[in-house]
């Protein structure tokens, strides 16, 4: 991974087509963590592509577009027909933090007694003027609304999960 200024943003990607991969591509060399997320049913069109010859590939990771676009990536394929990869998927969450504090990378998150996760950014946010993160919960903790606790310096500082993304600039 790239050092810079996106270092420690983790972006989950759920694009097929050139202007996705592309924008997240540049993400990836500004320092961000990108995980590329697939299914089989439906993989990114890049992978059948050729910049030369237009020919097919033995297998989906041989096309140079494919491996261009998706440099400085981590990829997972999931079956997401399934409600076990849609609920993988979907357990990155926002948070807005209701305490004193801001919530960083790796510190750890609870549900009450028990560990539910971590986050993986966090700062202060000028737009919405209190501190927001992002998460990784465990299964049954990422709904909206539902309150955990971030461990910030030794202390349990409340966060509420919200939808993301954070904002929407009016139309």
């Not at 041989?62 to 076990?84: A, D, G, I, M, R």
């Not at 750890?108 to 560990?115: F, K, S, V």
């Not at 946010?125 to 606790?149: C, R």
Request: overall charge positive.
């Amino acid at each position: 991974m790239n050092k810079g200024p996106l270092t420690g943003i983790r972006v989950t990607e759920f694009t097929s087509a050139w202007a996705g991969p592309y924008a997240t591509c540049l993400l990836g060399f500004l320092g961000a963590e990108i995980v590329k997320v697939e299914s089989r049913k439906r993989l990114d069109h890049a992978r059948n592509l050729s910049f030369s010859t237009g020919s097919r590939f033995a297998g989906p990771n041989e096309s140079s577009v494919f491996n261009n676009l998706n440099l400085n990536k981590k990829s997972v394929t999931l079956n997401l027909s399934k409600p076990k990869a849609i609920e993988i998927a979907k357990r990155l969450v926002g948070l807005r933090v209701t305490g004193r504090g801001i919530a960083r990378h790796g510190y750890p998150l609870d549900a009450g007694e028990r560990r539910t996760g971590g986050v993986t950014s966090g700062t202060q946010s000028p737009t919405l003027g209190y501190p927001i993160a992002m998460a990784y919960v465990a299964p049954g903790d990422g709904e909206p609304g539902t309150m955990l606790d971030v461990e910030i310096r030794d202390q349990r500082i409340g966060a509420e999960v919200v939808p993301l993304p954070f904002y929407r600039r009016a139309r």
